[in-house]
């Protein structure tokens, strides 16, 4: 295959008195004409070759089929109303509804109205405390950006008032208005995609007033970097302020009463080390819950008086568990706290004072989300989700402890005809790592069936089981599933999550190879029949097993990836994730980047696996720069006769809000990708 020209340019950086050459710095320009004239050409070359594949119109008119059932999200209680999205089938963004009692719904917002090409999502909603109002933020084209606009609840009609430049926020009503993060509007000429974001705000917006004259409530113009948001609880009374550094993995935790008025302007500090986690969940008779992983590495929830705030007067309301407490919520009087054993979930029940009531009868081994409502709320809603049952949604009944199904999907599969086992297996050091296998019941595994793995190992995300209607395609045509619950995740709590964090992100890499090799070993595939796939993180995670084991799998699905670690704190929010891999400004994490950073480990004339990097135009979280350079580097490299292509989404982002068509497009090609270089033709229904 013959590959578009990647100009090579003579530029050096030198750290620590290593020079490290960044031939292709250019591609991170991305409103540079040869950036632009780049990303076509490598289009033109990658859609080519999957226009060729005989069977990819035939996987997306499958997928297409597949996609068309009605989704759900989970309800949220407004006064006498349920609020609830739902995605007719084929609708690129869920549609916003408002339904009391029995009356038939009513369109509150279309997301597909918010511009011509369904681009423009949803990225957030919160509801004033009376239900009055409605502040509802936009993303468009996938971008991170937001724009928050407010709603008179009854005439459904718009304010004026329009908030622009909000990034890393959600909005927390008090009776005026709400507060809010933001960043200053981008200097002219400065690139609002790429460039770094730096000095966060909080804000309190009034309404009816421009956004020009929002009060100031938190900044610090000694620090950079770091986030800063603030949530009031639901009674109105206390403003809890949340900071990060940029450099240590939790935040500081501040609150203030805002029905005394003499701490107007004051906060009084529950957890001053940026070390540690900490959540406000609620607050009880002036008491506020906190949920930590100080001194607990699986978490627990502590109550404190904020007149009283010294350790020594904290009281235990949820203690440490040996299973991770994932969430805690706060609804109809009582604490429903969700729990992970081996990577699936666990509800239980309790009051606002610590005791234990009873635990919620999940449908199935699987994962439960949601249980948000108001402390006067009778019943609270969740969504419930495995491999191979389609999300329901469920009423979960407080005072009985029942659960009864709101909404539950009809999809075009037969979740029946499929299976789900958990194993074990050893990684490298000997550490145990939990693995999901999914397939086809009474498939015996005979060493070279298709197997698509996938995982993430890290920032504490837990990869629990959840449908996919995109992998039942590879499902349903007699292939694998297999998800690995690496370290560096949040499955088995802190302990397990620092344990692939820098300067321990090898242990992610031998987690993910092998996982892989229990595959094989146990034959349920072979390298000609294996993908792996991992999207941002998991993105880096799949690059850097590829440069380490181009003999691991036959074909490498980098998704939006973190490839290039010595530059990637200096675009956009990139810095905060420097607790996570350390940073290349620090001796001892530059040679621990260096040694796995994907983009400096290609080494010419290897033959790497058939290889599909994706990327969007709009993601201004790991920004496409990322994989640009990645993918001129690798195709350089490249000595082996497999493909090794970069598919560039347009007016899309990191994921969230991708339209239902985007996404039906790119899986076509993703799977017709792997099914191609595999040598199989799948048998589609």
């Known amino acids: 295959m013959t590959y578009p020209p990647s100009r090579k340019a003579d530029v050096t950086d030198t750290y620590f008195g290593t020079p490290v050459p960044d031939p292709y710095r250019w591609l991170e320009d991305p409103d540079a004409?040869?950036?632009?004239?780049?990303?076509?050409?490598q289009n033109h070359i990658t859609f080519g070759y999957l226009e060729q594949i005989p069977f990819r119109d035939a996987i997306r008119e499958r997928l297409t089929r597949l996609w068309n059932y009605e989704r759900y999200g989970v309800p949220e209680q407004v006064g006498d109303?349920?609020?609830?999205?739902?995605?007719?089938?084929?609708?690129n963004q869920a549609v916003v509804y408002r339904q009391r009692g029995d009356e038939e719904p009513r369109v509150l917002l279309d997301p597909n109205k918010f511009s011509e090409d369904g681009t423009t999502a949803l990225a957030g909603m919160e509801f004033s405390n009376d239900h009055r109002y409605?502040?509802?933020?936009?993303?468009?084209?996938?971008?991170?950006?937001?724009?928050?606009?407010?709603?008179?609840?009854?005439?459904?009609?718009?304010?004026?008032?329009?908030?622009?430049?909000?990034?890393?926020?959600?909005?927390?009503?008090?009776?005026?208005?709400?507060?809010?993060?933001r960043y200053d509007a981008p200097k002219p000429g400065e690139n609002?995609?790429?460039?770094?974001?730096?000095?966060?705000?909080?804000?309190?917006?009034?309404?009816?007033?421009?956004?020009?004259?929002?009060?100031?409530?938190?900044?610090n113009p000694d620090m950079s970097l770091g986030f800063r948001m603030a949530g009031a609880t639901e009674d109105e009374r206390f403003l809890c302020l949340y900071l990060t550094d940029g450099v240590s993995d939790g935040n500081r935790l501040l609150v203030r009463d805002l029905t005394d008025p003499a701490q107007a302007g004051t906060w009084t500090i529950l957890f001053d080390s940026y070390e540690f986690n900490n959540t406000v969940v609620g607050n009880v008779g002036g008491e506020v819950l906190v949920y930590t992983n100080y001194r607990a590495p699986n978490y627990r929830v502590v109550g404190i008086d904020p007149s009283r705030p010294e350790e020594a007067n904290w009281r235990e309301v949820l203690p440490e568990t040996a299973n991770k407490l994932e969430s805690v919520t706060q609804a109809g009087g009582c604490l429903l706290a969700g729990y992970l054993h081996d990577a699936s979930s666990q509800v239980k029940v309790y009051s606002e004072r610590g005791e234990f009531?009873?635990?919620?009868?999940?449908?199935?081994?699987?994962?439960?989300?949601?249980?948000?409502?108001r402390r006067g709320a009778t019943a609270v809603y969740y969504a419930f989700t495995s491999f191979t049952y389609p999300t329901t949604i469920y009423r979960y009944d407080l005072a009985t402890n029942t659960s009864t199904v709101f909404r539950a999907p009809t999809v075009d599969v037969q979740p029946a005809d499929y299976e789900t086992t958990q194993v074990f297996y050893p990684s490298r050091?000997?550490?145990?790592?939990?693995?999901?296998?999914?397939?086809?019941?009474?498939?015996?595994?005979?060493?070279?069936?298709?197997?698509?793995?996938?995982?993430?190992?890290?920032?504490?995300?837990?990869?629990?089981?959840?449908?996919?209607?995109?992998?039942?395609?590879?499902?349903?045509?007699?292939?694998?599933?297999?998800?690995?619950?690496?370290?560096?995740?949040?499955?088995?709590?802190?302990?397990w999550h620092r344990a692939g964090m820098t300067p321990h992100k090898q242990n992610v890499f031998d987690d993910f190879i092998a996982a892989a090799e229990y595959l094989k070993t146990n034959r349920y595939t072979d390298t000609q029949h294996l993908a792996i796939a991992g999207g941002s993180n998991g993105g880096l995670l799949v690059g850097a097993v590829a440069n380490q084991r181009p003999d691991l799998c036959r074909v490498a699905l980098p998704a939006v990836g973190v490839m290039d670690m010595l530059r990637y704190q200096k675009f956009t929010i990139g810095w905060n994730w420097a607790p996570e891999y350390g940073t290349s400004d620090d001796e001892a994490q530059f040679r621990n980047l260096l040694a796995f950073s994907?983009?400096?480990?290609?080494?010419?004339?290897?033959?790497?696996?058939a290889t599909l990097v994706t990327t969007a135009d709009h993601d201004d979280r790991v920004v496409p720069a990322h994989?640009?350079?990645?993918?001129?580097?690798?195709?350089a490299a490249n000595a082996g006769p497999h493909p090794t292509l970069i598919r560039v989404d347009v007016n899309a982002g990191h994921g969230a809000g991708k339209s239902t068509a985007l996404l039906i497009d790119e899986w076509a090609d993703v799977w017709s990708f792997c099914y191609a270089n595999m040598g199989v033709t799948p048998e589609l229904s």
């Open 33 to 41: 004409e040869e950036t632009k004239a780049w990303v076509t050409a």
């Open 357 to 373: 009531q009873h635990d919620v009868a999940l449908p199935a081994l699987g994962t439960a989300s949601g249980f948000g409502g």
């Open 598 to 609: 994907p983009l400096h480990n290609l080494r010419p004339g290897t033959a790497y696996p």
């Open 192 to 219: 609002d995609l790429s460039g770094k974001n730096e000095f966060h705000k909080v804000y309190f917006h009034r309404l009816h007033t421009p956004q020009g004259e929002d009060e100031l409530v938190y900044e």
């Open 627 to 635: 994989s640009f350079k990645y993918a001129a580097a690798l195709q």
């Open 81 to 91: 109303e349920l609020v609830y999205a739902k995605n007719d089938g084929l609708q």
């Open 134 to 181: 409605l502040a509802y933020a936009t993303s468009s084209g996938g971008s991170d950006w937001n724009q928050v606009r407010i709603m008179d609840l009854s005439t459904q009609e718009l304010l004026p008032d329009t908030l622009d430049w909000v990034k890393v926020s959600g909005t927390s009503w008090t009776a005026e208005g709400f507060y809010y993060s």
């Open 429 to 495: 050091d000997g550490t145990r790592i939990p693995l999901f296998i999914v397939h086809k019941k009474g498939l015996t595994p005979n060493g070279h069936n298709p197997t698509y793995l996938y995982a993430y190992g890290g920032f504490n995300v837990s990869l629990t089981p959840g449908f996919s209607v995109a992998r039942m395609l590879w499902l349903e045509n007699g292939g694998i599933l297999a998800v690995a619950n690496l370290r560096g995740g949040g499955e088995y709590g802190e302990d």
